[in-house]
């Protein structure tokens, strides 16, 4: 097992990581009948895909000797209600400038790798996605 996910009533649940412990919750959004006190669900896949990019580029960054501390997402999701789901994802990667010295080819293989991260490649392909990115 991964995850264990509680239901802690008035549309919040409790999620476990059984590896590390570490326990989250959620709750329901605003636009959904929920308080929108914490992540929703759909805003946790919407998030995980901005840390999935980083992190595959932090795995493949190390491999080219650059650290990549200090690089950002900022993450904006776009509902659809018919169905309800995820419409658009907007990932917008902000990479410091201590990251000036890399060259055309280092940026691209960074780029690509985050584009093909584990969870962008596990997202709906009716799921548009949208990365932006800015090399400071």
């Not at 590896?19 to 009948?33: F, L, R």
């Not at 280092?106 to 990115?133: G, Y």
Request: glycine share 6%; aromatic share 2%; hydrophobic share 35%.
């Amino acid at each position: 097992m991964t995850s264990i996910v509680l239901y802690k009533g008035n549309l919040r649940t409790e999620l476990t990581h059984l590896q590390s412990g570490t326990v989250i919750e959620n709750d329901a959004p605003t636009d959904n009948h929920g308080k929108g006190e914490r992540f929703s669900p759909t805003d946790l896949v919407a998030t995980a895909l901005g840390s999935c990019m980083i992190t595959t580029m932090g795995i493949k960054a190390n491999t080219m000797d650059i650290d990549l501390t200090g690089t950002k997402a900022e993450i904006t999701k776009i509902m659809k209600s018919d169905p309800r789901r995820i419409g658009k994802i907007i990932v917008h990667l902000t990479f410091p400038s201590t990251l000036q010295h890399l060259d055309d080819k280092q940026k691209q293989i960074l780029e690509n790798t985050a584009r093909t991260c584990p969870v962008a490649k596990s997202l709906h392909p009716d799921l548009e996605t949208d990365l932006q990115i800015t090399w400071l």
